[in-house]
């Protein structure tokens, strides 16, 4: 049995979580969700840094970040979202982008969060918009090249786009039409994706 430490709206999280039901581990996986403001010991020995996802494995090896998790569980998987030979690479950077919007749109959540309204570096928040829309663009250049495969890039893309969704009421949709398109299809292919949908009553929980 593995054991992954998450919390219901953090969207590095989401992405392990569908990537476990997606690839057939769902019924060998314990998800725990934790406070990372207030962790137990037990998460702690696992993950001295009290980030989320952490994943320990079946010989009590813990895994984290979640692009470790991702690439874990798809070796397991006998790796069908890892293209083969040099493609790998461009997955990977692909898979890197879309970790970066999310840590962009994560940045975000937290200024406005922590920060008193006073004390905001509306620059800084600029400046993490700005990485959000360029790698939006990339990512939309990205899925709907001719030929593209299901990646593990694509759990990235959508754990964010659902979080744009939650924190920023979905305006990245008039600007990305592509990627909106492609969104619907994702979650048609994808059941995972509408089995771990955020829920807003839980918001204070990443």
């Known amino acids: 049995m593995m054991i992954l430490y998450c919390a219901p709206i953090s969207p590095f999280a989401r992405k ?11 019924g060998d996986v314990e998800e725990r969700f934790v406070d990372t403001a207030a962790p137990d010991a037990t998460f702690f020995a696992a993950n001295p840094l009290a980030k989320i996802p952490t994943l ?10 979640s692009a470790v998790i991702a690439a874990y569980l798809d070796a397991r ?15 990977k950077a692909y898979e890197a982008l879309a970790d970066g919007v ?3 749109i994560v940045l975000i959540v937290y200024e406005r969060r922590w920060r008193e309204e006073a004390k905001r570096e509306p620059r800084w928040v600029a400046h993490q918009e700005a990485k959000i829309a360029r790698g939006l663009t990339r990512a939309s250049e990205t899925v709907v090249r001719p030929g593209h495969q299901l ?3 694509d759990f990235s893309l959508a754990a964010a ?7 920023f009421e979905g305006t990245w949709r008039a600007t990305f039409p592509d990627l909106e398109g492609w969104l619907t299809d994702f979650a048609a292919q ?17």
């Open 16 to 26: 392990v979580r569908m990537l476990t039901r997606h690839l057939g581990f769902e």
């Open 56 to 65: 320990v494995t079946p010989q009590g090896q813990a895994l984290f970040d």
């Open 77 to 91: 998987a006998g790796n069908p979202l890892t293209p083969p030979g040099e493609a790998c690479f461009a997955a």
């Open 102 to 104: 999310m840590e962009a």
């Open 151 to 153: 990646q593990i890039g």
């Open 161 to 167: 786009l659902g979080y744009l969704d939650l924190r």
């Open 190 to 206: 994808v059941p995972a994706f509408e089995a771990t949908r955020y829920h807003a009553s839980s918001q204070r929980r990443a």
